[in-house]
């Protein structure tokens, strides 16, 4: 099967380039990710990040023929060739499939991930009734791989400013949990033309995710819950 | 000063409901103009006058033009904070289309209040 990947090593190269691969798959070969680390046993110093190889760890998001994906759960038979590879867009990238995410898990921490609640913690578990853990469902599976923050124009112009699709979903899975408290701060932090109001609905958040999971429906709760508030 | 990347602005809902609101009524007008023109069949001058002497006219064209502005407001605003990155730049075409939007306004009063 026929690759073209994105090198770029800083401490020799002057500028990336794209080397052809052609390799040989073996029977048991089903994902991208088997295939790539054939290449990775022929020229070990082909560098990409990976983990659990099953789509749970978010590890191994790239751009796979153009489009940003997991490479452990894209399947290569659907894949055109040659199958060109290149590190997620928008991130500096550090060595060939590896980019530097500082940025997009600094927009991540600004949220808040984690729940507020300053009641005393109830003796068992703090209780939410179906339809409240309901809403919660297409929120919380985010694996924070950074396919959709990559992949939208609004972060790539203002990726310091613009808080980017994988984050507002996680913002929004805070403010729909009935256990958290913090309802209106966490939308006083969002209500700014940058981090939240820089998303003009594009889409690529929800066409690419790995997950199938839907940022720009999450945003515009946000924006409703907002309006709620206001009105 | 340190170019420190300040965000907090605490504004933006507003200008993104207003232009909702604004293309419902850009929508709204222009089926109705469309419907206009095709039941009434304008074809002269004097037709086309006769239907802005109508105060319910000029005003529903002034709503819909005042909503052209505050939508193109907001959408011209939204690709300068994409794309011009210098912030006295940005500032000095913010102010630049405020001025424009204000002339335009002003010009739309003239125009449908002269018939």
Not at chain 1, 52 to 75: F, H, Q, W
Not at chain 2, 2 to 28: F, K, P, S
Not at chain 2, 45 to 72: C, G, N, Q
């Amino acid at each position: 099967m026929k690759f073209s990947i994105y090198r770029y090593n800083p401490e020799k190269d002057d500028k990336p380039y794209m080397q052809d691969y052609d390799v040989e798959l073996q029977p048991g070969d089903r994902m991208l990710l088997d295939a790539i680390l054939r290449i990775k046993a022929l020229d070990d110093s082909l560098s990409l990040r990976k983990s659990c190889r099953e789509g749970v760890c978010g590890s191994d998001g790239m751009n796979i023929n153009g489009k940003n994906g997991l490479a452990c759960i894209t399947p290569l038979k659907d894949l055109e060739e040659p199958v060109v590879l290149r590190p997620l867009p928008g991130l500096p990238v550090i060595r060939d499939l590896i980019v530097d995410m500082s940025q997009f898990f600094k927009q991540y921490h600004s949220i808040k991930p984690y729940l507020i609640n300053d009641n005393p913690p109830p003796q068992k578990e703090r209780l939410q009734s179906p339809e409240a853990r309901e809403e919660l469902n297409g929120l919380y599976e985010c694996v924070l791989c950074a396919c959709c923050s990559t992949s939208c124009p609004s972060f790539w112009w203002n990726p310091d400013k613009f808080v980017g699709p994988a984050a507002l979903l996680q913002a929004y899975r805070f403010i729909a949990d009935t256990r958290d408290d913090a309802t209106s701060e966490r939308l006083d932090n969002l209500e700014d033309p940058y981090r939240l109001f820089r998303c003009h609905t594009i889409m690529n958040c929800a066409d690419v995710c790995p997950k199938g999971l839907n940022p720009t429906e999450a945003i515009g709760k946000i924006k409703e819950q907002m309006v709620r508030r206001m009105v | 000063m340190v170019n420190r990347v300040v965000v907090g602005a605490h504004y933006g809902l507003r200008d993104w409901l207003l232009q909702r609101i604004t293309a419902i009524v850009m929508a709204l007008y222009t089926l109705a103009f469309v419907a206009f023109v095709l039941a009434a069949t304008p074809a002269s001058y004097e037709d086309w006058r006769t239907a802005f002497a109508h105060p319910a006219v000029k005003i529903s064209t002034f709503l819909f033009l005042m909503s052209v502005f505050f939508h193109a407001w907001v959408g011209v605003r939204d690709i300068f904070m994409d794309y011009v990155k210098p912030f006295a730049l940005r500032l000095f075409l913010q102010v630049l289309v405020i001025l424009a939007l204000i002339v335009y306004a002003l010009w739309a009063v003239q125009l449908l209040w002269s018939v």
